[in-house]
């Protein structure tokens, strides 16, 4: 029968405590001061750097909830480990054999005689004291091996040590449970019951419930429900950027938290500031968004961040940091509500809207930039410059005016995310022409080529060279196609950009673009927006510099020559966006059977047939028996045989 005890050191549940710990704080703890793997890998300006030492310092880690539990965690696991450390363990089997040095199963003859030779050595008589081993510590040695001698030489309790394991034989099994007795102590009844109703009562409950009735409240892209139902109310087909500017905020008066939608004394400060420097276009916004609290003080920290102005306030910037982390959330459910209704221009403005706020630039002039390089100004970026059009020409003329942010510009355009459409084509597996609803793949090769790059010059090949790389890659392309990814593999993870240029983004950032086939003639998106990432840089020496990228879709049912565009949008870089003008022909599935004479006399029956019979009573065409062709064919050259015969019998009678 099992007998059950408490754990009267608490020394169980303290390991148990200890395991628990470990298992939570050690991969948590790793995660937290990993440092990111490519953050070496991506823009080397001095901005971007200073900003990915600040979101993943060692030495100084951000005071967030995490860093709280952490160091909490920490401060109890040592201190379990510690009282463990120290405790007393007085649940140890007495074993006579492990005090006199021997090992199980010696003889009594052979114990005699090691005991006797301890007994020498160990009597208190025959040992000094010294000031580690006192007079009461060298007895009560002789007496544990006094004791263990006798209980050696005692045969019943030998056998049982020898046979069991325990100077009193058989034991029942015993089963330890790792909760200290002063828990189950009816004197403590009252507060583990209470502690019990607290934790399985009340916020356990709370906790279900505010999940059940918050998930309720949120749509599948995890933002408020009211928010999405205003995003589908107030977007147009024909909305401009500011409004759409607008109807994005407009989700601030249920995303902001109530508490935080409290007016601080900066706002008004921040909002004279934003009026000075945009005039009517800041009244109108605020007429289309409205003059809610949240929505208010959420667009106030937005135009405050798109037009940089500095924040004093430290729980305002740290409001405005939680504001921008949420709009990639926002303007996904945004966008997902525009590609629902195949809207062209609302889904552009709003993949676009990314790139304005990553960058921190307000819509405006297209020459505004040239305002995402490194220590270039906003109020400098028309005076700067005047004649540059594009990266290069800009960082051309810094250099003739020997400007010593050059520096950080170039390192900030040696991996810029400018994407370029290499080839873009419709490929239908296994037919050379596209029928009206076949399947049909988009298939769009990309590659980065930053500013600063040279124009990648063709290599002049030899015949061979140049046939075995075509062949090489129209294999490849065979494959990809009939593959089932939709991205095509990259020989190695080097040829890609790392972290984009955002400075003024809280926290790195990996650059995505979205490809996008839209008719603008109807301004109509044809094909659902693909969001892409690890596009590869140009490399020259490489057989494939590109990757390849598909998108699957259906043609349409009618006959003709649809005239679309591919877009490539960047959700990181302003202006830089590319766009491949493309047609699909669609032509009737007759067609396929054009360029084959010989199918329509295969599948013509022969008129002799059973099957060629029903044909002509239906009216089909049939093919003409060889058989009565080929006994006409005998009659004539029998008869002709026969005239020659007789001609020949006639001549040969003339000549008698």
């Not at 609302?346 to 390089?373: D, K, N």
């Not at 100004?377 to 003739?400: Q, R």
């Not at 494939?544 to 565009?565: C, D, E, L, M």
Request: hydrophobic residues 35%; contains cysteine.
């Amino acid at each position: 029968m099992a007998q059950y005890h408490y754990d009267e050191a608490g020394n169980m549940a303290a390991y148990f405590l200890i395991t628990f710990l470990a298992l939570v704080l050690v991969p948590t703890t790793i995660i937290f001061f990993t440092p990111s793997k490519k953050s070496a890998d991506g823009c080397q300006c001095k901005p971007c750097i200073e900003q990915r030492n600040r979101s993943n310092s060692l030495l100084k880690p951000t005071l967030s909830k995490k860093t709280y539990f952490l160091v909490a965690g920490w401060s109890i696991l040592g201190f379990v480990c510690y009282k463990v450390a120290n405790a007393t363990l007085d649940n140890k089997i007495y074993d006579p054999f492990e005090i006199l040095g021997i090992r199980v199963g010696t003889a009594e003859k052979e114990i005699k005689s090691h005991y006797k030779k301890l007994s020498k050595l160990y009597h208190p008589d025959k040992v000094k004291a010294t000031a580690n081993m006192t007079i009461e510590a060298i007895q009560n040695r002789f007496v544990e091996i006094t004791k263990a001698y006798k209980s050696l030489t005692d045969e019943t309790i030998r056998e049982n040590l020898e046979k069991y394991g325990h100077p009193d034989g058989r034991q029942d099994i015993s089963m330890g449970i790792a909760i200290p007795k002063w828990i189950v102590e009816r004197k403590n009844n009252i507060w583990v019951l209470g502690f019990y109703g607290l934790v399985f009562g009340g916020a356990l409950p709370a906790l279900v419930g505010r999940w059940w009735f918050g998930s309720r409240q949120k749509t599948k892209d995890g933002v408020n429900a009211r928010s999405a139902a205003a995003f589908f109310k107030y977007l147009k087909e024909e909305s401009t950027f500011e409004e759409v500017f607008a109807t994005f905020g407009k989700a601030y008066q249920w995303e902001l938290p109530a508490q935080k939608a409290k007016p601080a004394p900066e706002l008004g400060e921040l909002e004279r500031q934003i009026k000075e420097k945009t005039g009517s276009k800041w009244e109108e916004v605020k007429r289309l968004c409205g003059q809610d609290a949240p929505r208010r003080k959420a667009l106030v920290l937005l135009y405050a961040h798109l037009l940089r102005l500095p924040i004093r306030s430290a729980s305002l910037r740290s409001e405005q940091t939680e504001i921008l982390l949420q709009t990639p959330l926002l303007l996904s459910a945004l966008l997902n509500i525009s590609t629902s209704r195949n809207w062209l221009s609302p889904t552009l403005a709003v993949m676009r809207l990314h790139a304005y706020i990553t960058q921190a630039l307000l819509p405006g002039s297209e020459r505004l930039r040239f305002a995402q390089l490194p220590g270039i100004k906003i109020d400098e970026v028309l005076t700067l410059a005047p004649e540059a059009t594009d990266m290069g020409d800009f960082v051309h003329a810094l250099e003739e005016k020997h400007d010593g942010r050059v520096v950080d510009v170039k390192k900030a355009i040696e991996k810029w995310g400018r994407a370029e459409i290499v080839d873009a084509a419709f490929k239908v597996i296994g037919e050379r022409i596209v029928t009206p609803s076949s399947i049909v793949f988009l298939v769009v090769k990309l590659r980065i080529s930053p500013p600063s790059s040279k124009p990648i010059e063709s290599k002049e090949l030899t015949v061979d060279e140049a046939k075995r790389r075509i062949k090489l890659n129209d294999e490849k392309d065979e494959d990809f196609l009939t593959s089932r990814k939709e991205v095509e593999d990259i020989p190695s993870e080097d040829d890609l950009p790392g972290w984009a240029h955002a400075p003024y983004w809280p926290g790195e950032r990996k650059p995505s673009w979205w490809l996008v086939l839209g008719d603008e003639k109807s301004n109509r998106v044809v094909v659902p927006p693909m969001k892409i990432t690890d596009i590869p840089l140009a490399r020259p020496d490489h057989e494939r510099g590109y990757r390849s990228y598909k998108i699957q879709f259906q043609a349409p049912q009618n006959v003709g020559v649809f005239t679309w565009k591919v877009q490539l949008v960047s959700d990181t870089f302003i202006g830089e966006d590319c766009s491949w003008d493309i047609a699909l022909k669609i032509e009737d599935a007759s067609a396929l059977n054009a360029d084959d004479p010989s199918e329509d006399e295969i599948s013509d029956p022969d008129e002799d047939t059973i099957a060629g019979q029903m044909a002509a009573m239906r009216g089909g065409a049939v093919k003409k028996s060889t058989a009565g062709e080929q006994s006409d064919d005998d009659d004539d050259e029998s008869s002709t045989d026969d005239d020659q015969h007789g001609s020949d019998s006639s001549s040969d009678s003339d000549s008698d």
